[in-house]
């Protein structure tokens, strides 16, 4: 069983920063690639960062240069953080993990999901 679980999501202010966590535990952490989604209300999930095993990572060009994908591998961890949020930053957030550690762009490509952390950016 693989495990997800996100952390850090929070309210914030225009221009703000946070930084979300993903946990993972189950399987073999380093071997997987992790993508960071968001899902808006009355919008659909969209991708926001991912990273690969290898470390090759991928941004959407609507949070490149504002947010880092990062991953520690002996925490079982990966991290999103959010510099210069912006109100349409606002979503909840959900991590997610491809067993065959890729850094896709795609939903489809992750097998495991977490349940998500609100992020909330006040304008």
């Known amino acids: 069983q693989v495990q997800l679980v996100e952390s850090g999501g929070a309210f914030v202010q225009t221009g703000g920063s946070l930084r979300l966590s993903c946990a993972v535990s189950?399987?073999?952490?380093?071997?997987?690639?992790m993508g960071w989604f968001r899902q808006a209300p009355g919008k659909e999930r969209e991708f926001v960062a991912s990273?690969?095993?290898?470390?090759?990572?991928y941004y959407a060009g609507s949070v490149k240069g504002r947010f880092t994908i990062s991953r520690d591998n002996t925490k079982n961890t990966v991290y999103l953080q959010m510099n210069n949020s912006k109100p349409e930053d606002t979503a909840v957030y959900y991590c997610?993990?491809?067993?065959?550690?890729?850094?896709?762009?795609?939903?489809?490509?992750?097998?495991?999901w977490g349940q998500g952390t609100q992020v909330t950016v006040s304008s």
């Open positions: 990273i690969s095993k290898s470390d090759k990572r």
């Open positions: 189950g399987g073999t952490f380093s071997s997987y690639g």
């Open positions: 997610a993990a491809d067993m065959e550690g890729w850094s896709s762009v795609h939903a489809a490509q992750y097998a495991f």
